[in-house]
């Protein structure tokens, strides 16, 4: 049985909350100018497919994301909706070069990384990121700069139709910085502990879907219920955008997951496989579940289901085989859609766009499945869940999902309280009533 060493020495969750918000920057500035490498080490190969996967994962926000929550909404918060999308992509973009970067990605402590890269003032031509020495350290730095921008992204789909435009750019701002940056260094940044300690996750289930779908929770609870909801229908105004925007994300995945290899091998060859595979799975097992109880198979509930398979089947991609895939997606469907229909209105919040019963809901599904179906001969020695005969990783996941969700759904409730005492997060009930395009923008769609 694999030694569960790793699960046992978590850092205590009080003390690096306190850390992340106490310590000085300076206490985190230890780490050294980025590597160089002689140009002959790059991989043209791995630059290529890299360069690729970096496109697709933006494709997934701008259009993707955007024409998915822009269908969904009712025809006067198209706009609004779209552009919260595409505000957010410029948004994040800088802040990942003034910041983000470099307290998610340079050696600091083993909760926030250091201030090497601040400004990427050492981003040369001929530098290297330690975690990917075969691709230039910008093409490592833009891709991941594109699961930056897709996070917060994901998290406006709870509370549609109701938060003030200025609230969710300040919001957001002040989010990926204290809640993003921190969790992709805790798993995936040199030194983090959540990596330390064993969680897998390959592309994002704890970084990028539980940490937007607990947020996306959190925001819905805060905001309160849209004016009418369980009395007015909320009806998608067209769902023609919406199957647009969820295909864009379907192909876009794949430079999510098989561009996480960082490079154009094998790994990346059956992230690409698995991927497609559980889509599909969760996809038909979505809407199986709907036609059974509902009657009817529907273009909304096929296309949230193959969303769902492709949150699912993100921690797993780099560590399961297509028989994992499948069984993953399966579950995904099945998860998803109790967790976007019975889960909310079992508690009565107001998830909108079903951003933490698609992402929040599947993020967990997925990262422990992860430690159930992952296998050594895929992800590499020392990767295997329980079928591979280490059932201590699943308690591993267990913990990672733990620390991400509590530690974002805290910080998460602080920066919207700051934020609503500051200038308020909500817009008046004209506006809600009436449509936020023409009130927060000053157009409409004809």
Partial sequence: M?????????????????????????AVAQSAAPTTTPASAISA??????????????????????????????????????????????????LWMVAGYSLAFTAGTPLIGGTAQLLLRHLTLDSVSELAKT???????????????????LICGAF?????????????????????????????????FLGDAGVLDF??????????????????????KRKGYGIEMFAPHNLTLSVVGASLLWVGWFGFNAGS??????????????????????????????????????????????????VAITPASGFVDPAGGLAIGLAAGLACYWGATSLKHAFGYDDSLDA??????????????????????????????????HPGQVLTQAYGIAITAGYCAIASYVILKLVDVAIGLRVDAETERDGMDLALHGEVVQ
């Fill in 45 to 94: 190969g791995d630059t290529a497919w890299m360069l690729t996967a970096t496109a697709l994962v933006l494709m997934m926000t701008i259009p993707g994301l955007a024409l998915f929550y822009g269908g969904m909404v009712r025809k006067m918060n198209v706009l609004a909706t779209v552009m919260q999308s595409f505000a957010i992509t410029c948004l994040v973009t800088v």
């Fill in 2 to 26: 694999r030694s569960t060493r790793p699960f046992l020495r978590p850092v205590l969750a009080p003390s690096f909350c306190l850390a992340l918000t106490t310590a000085p920057v300076a």
């Fill in 135 to 153: 691709i230039p350290e910008s093409v490592y730095m833009t891709f991941q700069m594109t699961f930056a921008i897709i996070t917060p992204a």
């Fill in 356 to 389: 933490f019963g698609v992402h929040g809901v599947g993020g967990i599904v997925g990262a422990l499945l992860t430690g159930v179906f992952a296998v050594a001969a895929i992800g590499g020695e020392g990767k295997g869940g329980l079928i591979d005969g």
């Fill in 160 to 192: 549609a139709d109701r938060m003030k435009f200025s609230a969710m750019l300040w919001f957001m701002g002040a989010w990926s910085l204290l809640v993003y940056a921190p969790i992709a260094h805790w798993v995936w940044g040199p030194g983090g």
């Fill in 203 to 224: 592309a994002g289930g704890t970084v990028v879907h539980i940490n937007a779908g607990v947020a996306g929770l959190v925001a819905a609870l805060v905001l309160g």
């Fill in 261 to 310: 290899a960082t490079n154009a091998g094998a790994s990346a060859g059956m992230a690409m496989a698995v991927t497609q595979i559980a889509t599909a799975a969760a996809a038909l097992a979505w809407m199986g579940a709907e036609w059974t109880q509902r009657g009817k198979p529907s273009v909304l509930g096929i296309i949230s289901g193959a969303v769902a398979g492709l």
